[in-house]
């Protein structure tokens, strides 16, 4: 039997009885609100009732390939639009079947660091081994890709990137993506990008292209996503697997024929009324509204306790890495210990960085807490205060 490790961080989140959960999805929407976004009043809305309720395409509808793969169009040359995808469950399931699929004993595997638990603890269950490619925050949480020659092996078999990044929420600055293709071109390695929480962007400029860019220069190349974050629809569990290789994208395909026929074609409409060009930009102006606004107020919050906490701005994402200090000694708090704290005095759930991001000794991200920011602005305020308190209170 395999053993399969605990997903900390979802774990952590199943704690009752609390203020918020640490979720990354945008303030999701409901089917009301979605449908109150549609372009005209002749717009059959998200859910067409009169289909039949059949498994549908293996690869996803038709309508919906095509709105997915819309959204690659302005990263692409000419000669790089013929892309091959696959439909998913979720970016969860994307990542899972990539990962367990194009894995296994004898492979090597680097992963950007810290990330999604999934993204280096899957290959390790698939019997590859992993290599920790660690960010820090002294040079604002990018990878640098001059310690690549000192992690690749012979046996390398993929480089594993989260752009924009889970939980301190950097992104990967172009000539960085250029640099880590053309190191992998040279070696033949695939690369994965998780990219879930694109396009949520939270600067107007150097935002960082789609790996899907280089689909004309390397071909082994994947990139994963969903519309559950930036998207706001996490509850259809629609993702996605992209990528230039037909063969790779193929292999993941024929491995899905064990865990699911197809997505449900319920949540394949909804999410083709919600990618139709003038639904997606109200869904986005609206995401980047609240992150706008709620990042803003994160930051005053963080500068008016700036002898307890430190962080590099997250330039993407939803969530920004922020570290607990003790003003009295200038380390970093126990996180596990300061989140449970939190919790039970106050019932305001933050997610322990080093307990949920760190390896299996917990000490690499000591005193990191990940803050999502992606609630509405009135329950995100009112979640600050209550954590204004807790810090006032000489707890630390």
Not at 206 to 225: D, L, V
Not at 229 to 244: D, F, H
Not at 285 to 312: G, M, P
Not at 358 to 370: A, I, N, S, V
Request: aromatic share 8%.
């Amino acid at each position: 039997m395999v053993y399969v490790k605990p997903f900390v961080l979802d774990n952590w989140g199943l704690k009752s009885n609390c203020l918020a959960k640490p979720d990354t999805c945008v303030d999701p929407l409901s089917l009301q609100e979605l449908s109150q976004l549609q372009a005209s009043d002749s717009s059959p809305g998200p859910i067409n009732a009169s289909n039949p309720l059949l498994y549908g395409s293996v690869l996803g509808s038709p309508s919906l390939r095509e709105k997915i793969l819309s959204l690659y169009a302005s990263d692409v040359t000419d000669a790089a639009k013929e892309l091959s995808l696959t439909v998913t469950q979720g970016a969860i399931s994307a990542n899972f079947l990539v990962l367990d699929t194009l894995l296994g004993p004898g492979d090597h595997v680097i992963c950007q660091y810290p990330t999604y638990q999934q993204l280096y603890d899957v290959p390790h269950r698939a019997g590859a081994e992993v290599s920790l490619w660690h960010t820090c925050e002294e040079k604002e949480w990018i990878p640098d890709t001059n310690e690549l020659s000192s992690l690749v092996r012979e046996n390398t078999k993929m480089i594993i990137i989260n752009n924009p990044n889970n939980p301190t929420g950097a992104s990967i600055p172009n000539q960085v993506l250029e640099d880590i293709v053309s190191f992998a071109e040279k070696r033949g390695i695939t690369i994965l990008s998780d990219e879930v929480f694109r396009p949520l962007f939270h600067r107007p400029t150097e935002n960082p292209p789609s790996i899907i860019s280089f689909a004309g220069r390397y071909k082994n190349i994947i990139a994963t996503s969903s519309l559950s974050k930036a998207y706001s629809l996490p509850g259809i569990r629609v993702g996605w697997v992209i990528s230039p290789s037909a063969d790779l994208v193929h292999q993941v395909v024929m491995a899905r024929d064990y865990t699911t026929i197809s997505v449900s074609q319920v949540d394949q409409d909804i999410a083709t009324y919600a990618l139709d060009a003038s639904v997606r930009d109200k869904i986005l102006q609206r995401s980047l509204s609240v992150c706008k606004h709620n990042l803003s107020t994160l930051e005053k919050f963080i500068a008016s306790h700036a002898d307890k906490l430190r962080w590099v701005k997250p330039n993407g994402a939803s969530a920004a890495f922020v570290r607990v200090i003790d003003p009295k000694t200038g380390a970093p708090v126990d996180d596990k210990v300061y989140c449970e704290g939190l919790i039970r005095e106050s019932g305001l759930l933050i997610v322990p960085g080093g307990e949920t991001f760190g390896t299996e000794d917990k000490k690499d991200f000591k005193g990191y807490l990940r803050v999502g920011f992606v609630c509405t602005p009135e329950r995100f305020e009112q979640a600050l205060m209550i954590w204004d308190g807790y810090l006032n209170r000489d707890r630390i």
